[in-house]
């Protein structure tokens, strides 16, 4: 039996469907697909399906001090028994073993895992094939063409994740027992997170210490016949333009000057042309960056563009390289898009150009080529929106590679008056060239009428704008990949996932990245007492290092032991300072977590947490003040900026997903809860008038308890329900819209006897929301979730990970560990986990 290995299930069914020409079946064994036909059988991996860990005798933190794990042993484990298991039971029937892993570092690495778990049940033959698409082509080519496992490679992988695991572990550890932050809270620190940490922190910084200037500029519309366009002051300031100016005087004088003219006269006009290049092929960064722009995180950007290579339309999204490779045939690729609706019309115009030839960057590799098309086209209603709108990204930056330059016209004006300049720049689109094929550039014109020297022209408003200079900008994520590589710091196939576990680790918020006080405070501890934890060369000069692996000029116990030296060296310098960092962690972590003064004694009021989980608002003075207020239950809290006036008091908004929202003072939600009175609507429908016989009722017995109300209360948390006045002693609630003014109406629900609610939210048509126990009854059923796809934010590719993973339903979906599905599953975060299962519980 041939045995073929690949690294995804996806990946699994499509080389069987290609090699088998679509005869291939699939069996079920173990929870794991295993296609079939003839003699030959495929089966997927999840990744990486073991796993590098230290021996169970250091699991316990308190029991083994973090410098211990420097030279600890690292043994693997089973972290998808049942693949494992698969994959075992094939081998053992197996003659020959293909690996047909993804072709990068990562790839050669989950590779050779499978090799030695293979090679553990058969001694024959195991080869390897590698591809850069998974299209019919390639596949056919690579497996004509076996080659041999790159073991080298793979060391330089293996040695990345021994090196991550002992850094993080340790100082991850140390930090953690040093601010006493443990559990779920604990403080994550990490070869490569913690350098991209610091370049956050840093620009943040700058935009704190960042003191504003004032400054004017002043413009003037110029109009010839009634034509007018924008001119704008300048002066001369050694040599250069300036049109900034500084003076608050100066800038009143010239507008005076200005404003008082009727005219100004042309003293020169120049036209020039300007060629404006196609953009280089995409390599990963570059892609990101223009994903970025149509609004995908780098994380999103990089599942889907994986997926795409997946199902064969796209070539391998992990690449360096911006030069095509010499046997692409760009007209054969472009001819594939001729007669298609969105694509052939543009196809045909590139084919039509006199001559065809691609664009090149500065990286040439031997590894991938540039990220483009393979040529193989999805069918109508093969991909979602967003997989579409990748596509096309990739699809029409292949086009502008190939198309032809655009050329500007630009027209500069200046035109003096009052002894003052005044200048305006227009630019026209001459030759549409790459543009007419690829929309994500900017082709915008500014137009300025034809003008000759020593015309005049009228002053039609003057205008003097007040103004600051700004602080730099946060970076975005694109941008901040972008910075990352610059720096040398992680890799194409590790950054977008540094970001987004910087995300799920609450170190930073917002889009763009803006850091929390905890990654304020850990880079200040890093740089104040241990600077190599958070040095990019540090982490440039190992990657370079795990290179040499590849390049067999270093060994991978060469490059291991280097990196246990620099942890011993980092060691030795927190440990002077242990306590030290603790409380200064200590403090920092309660810097996002301050609401206010405490309304009972001179302390703050903090956002804490129950041992149960759930979160309230607790005085700093505990044990000796007691002072709590409740929050609502969905969600996790996030202070924001905002005060309110009477209390001083912070708001808070609630983290929930879809049902995130703004809770708003804590302070005015428990007074208003206390003030609030009941609003009964009619029996409860649990212990009620006529829910209970009346000859029973009042009788001394169980009977006794019944008859209570349904009423609306408002809650201290906020929330507002209908429950029944007996509560405790009857718990029969039904939830209320927490925003809008209630209206009771005198309709009546003839099935509950209960009237009907008209909810006022602003100006808007008020929502009916009808009887409150038919409401519910409505919402429940349509809160239903049956399927994976029922869940908001899962598309089918997203069910097909899930299932590949061992979750097939939602039930079982609420039983996983998110952080241990989100390692297995590429493109879906453990925020992600968190949400679909809150709306299982909601």
Request: aromatic share 8%; net charge negative; charged share 30%.
């Amino acid at each position: 039996m041939r045995l073929i290995i690949t690294e995804k299930e996806n990946a699994a069914r499509r080389i069987a469907d290609i090699l088998s020409e679509g005869s291939a079946d699939a069996d079920r064994r173990n929870g794991v697909n295993v296609y079939r036909w003839g003699g030959t059988r495929v089966v997927g991996l999840s990744g990486h399906v073991v796993g590098l860990d230290f021996p169970p005798e250091y699991e316990n933190w308190r029991d083994v001090e973090p410098v211990e794990l420097i030279d600890a042993e690292v043994v693997t484990e089973p972290t998808q028994e049942n693949i494992v298991r698969t994959l075992s039971e094939l081998a053992a029937d197996a003659d020959e073993a293909i690996i047909a892993t993804d072709y990068d570092r990562e790839g050669e690495l989950i590779g050779k895992e499978a090799y030695e778990l293979v090679r553990e049940e058969f001694d024959g033959p195991i080869e390897r094939v590698r591809f850069s698409s998974i299209t019919d082509r390639e596949v056919r080519e690579a497996f004509e063409n076996p080659d041999d496992l790159d073991f080298e490679l793979a060391a330089a992988g293996e040695a990345r994740q021994v090196i991550d695991l002992i850094w993080g572990a340790a100082l991850t550890r140390f930090l953690s027992l040093s601010a006493r932050q443990l559990g779920n809270d604990f403080i994550s620190v990490g070869r490569v997170q913690s350098p991209t940490l610091k370049l956050i922190v840093d620009r943040e910084r700058e935009i704190e210490a960042f003191d504003p200037e004032t400054y004017w500029e002043l413009f003037a519309d110029l109009a010839k016949d009634g034509d007018s366009f924008e001119a704008q002051y300048f002066y001369d300031d050694d040599g250069s333009e300036a049109e900034r100016v500084w003076a608050e005087d100066v800038a009143t004088g010239v507008h005076k000057d200005i404003d008082a003219a009727s005219t100004a006269t042309v003293t020169s006009v120049s036209r020039r042309t300007r060629t404006d290049s196609p953009p280089e092929p995409f390599n990963t960064t570059a892609f990101i960056s223009a994903a970025g722009s149509l609004g995908y995180s780098a994380q999103r950007a990089m599942s889907i563009a994986e997926d795409l290579y997946t199902e064969g339309y796209v070539t391998y999204p992990r690449t360096d390289n911006t030069v095509y490779p010499e046997d692409l045939d760009p007209e054969a690729l472009l001819d594939s898009f001729v007669g298609t609706d969105d694509f052939g019309e543009d196809a045909e115009s590139l084919l039509a150009l006199e001559e065809i030839e691609p664009t090149e960057g500065d990286e040439e590799t031997t590894d991938h080529p540039p990220i483009h098309p393979t040529g193989e086209l999805p069918a109508w209603g093969d991909l979602g929106e967003d997989e579409w709108n990748i596509y096309e990204l990739i699809v029409r930056r292949f086009f502008a590679t190939v198309a032809e330059a655009a050329t500007w016209e630009r027209l500069r004006v200046v035109a003096e008056t009052a002894g003052h300049r005044l200048k305006a720049n227009g630019k026209r689109l001459v030759e549409e060239g790459y543009h007419a094929v690829y929309p994500y550039s900017s082709a915008s014109e500014n137009a300025v009428p034809d003008v000759e020297e020593g015309e005049t022209l009228a002053i039609e408003a003057v205008d003097l704008e007040e103004k600051e200079t700004q602080p730099p900008r946060r970076y975005g994520q694109s941008r901040l990949i972008e910075q990352m590589e610059k720096m040398g710091i992680g890799t194409k196939a590790t950054r977008h996932h540094i970001i987004e576990k910087l995300y799920d680790r609450g170190y930073i918020e917002d889009d763009p990245p803006r850091p929390t006080k905890l990654a304020e405070a850990v880079v200040d501890a890093a740089e104040a007492f241990a600077d190599l934890v958070v040095s990019e060369e540090m982490t440039a000069q190992l990657e370079h290092d795990m290179t040499a692996i590849a390049d067999g000029e270093a060994t991978y116990e060469e490059v291991t032991e280097e990196s246990r030296e620099m942890l011993r060296r980092v060691f030795a310098e927190l440990r002077e300072s242990q306590e030290e960092i603790g409380d200064h962690l200590q403090e920092s972590l309660k810097a996002d977590r301050r609401l206010g003064p405490c309304p009972e004694c001179d302390d703050e009021l903090l956002v804490r947490r129950s041992r149960q989980g759930s979160y309230f608002v607790g005085c700093d003075g505990f044990p000796d003040c007691r002072f709590t207020l409740p929050l609502p239950s969905t969600g996790e809290p996030l202070v924001l900026d905002e005060k309110c006036e009477e209390h001083e008091t912070h708001h808070v908004k609630m983290l929930a997903g879809r049902d995130t929202f703004v809770h708003g003072c804590p302070r005015c939600a428990a007074d208003e809860a206390d003030e609030s009175e009941d609003r009964v609507l009619g029996p409860c429908p649990k212990c009620g008038e006529g829910v209970v016989p009346e000859e029973q009722q009042g009788d001394g017995g169980s009977a006794a308890e019944a008859g209570g109300d349904l009423a609306i209360k408002q809650l201290r948390s906020g929330s507002r329900l209908a429950g029944c006045t007996r509560y405790p002693d009857c718990e029969y609630s039904l939830p209320l819209p927490r925003r809008g003014d209630i209206e009771v109406t005198d309709e009546h629900c003839e099935e509950h006897d209960l009237p009907e609610i008209l909810v006022h939210d602003g100006d808007d048509e008020p929502w009916e929301l009808g009887c409150p126990v038919c409401n519910y009854q409505e919402y429940q059923a349509r809160q239903t979730i049956d399927d994976l796809e029922d869940l908001d934010g899962v598309g089918p590719a997203t069910a097909e990970k899930l299932a590949d993973a061992g979750v097939d339903s939602p039930a079982e979906l609420t039983d996983v560990d998110p952080d241990e599905l989100a390692a297995q599953i590429q493109g879906v975060t453990a925020e992600n986990f968190r949400d679909w299962q809150a709306q299982l519980t909601s």
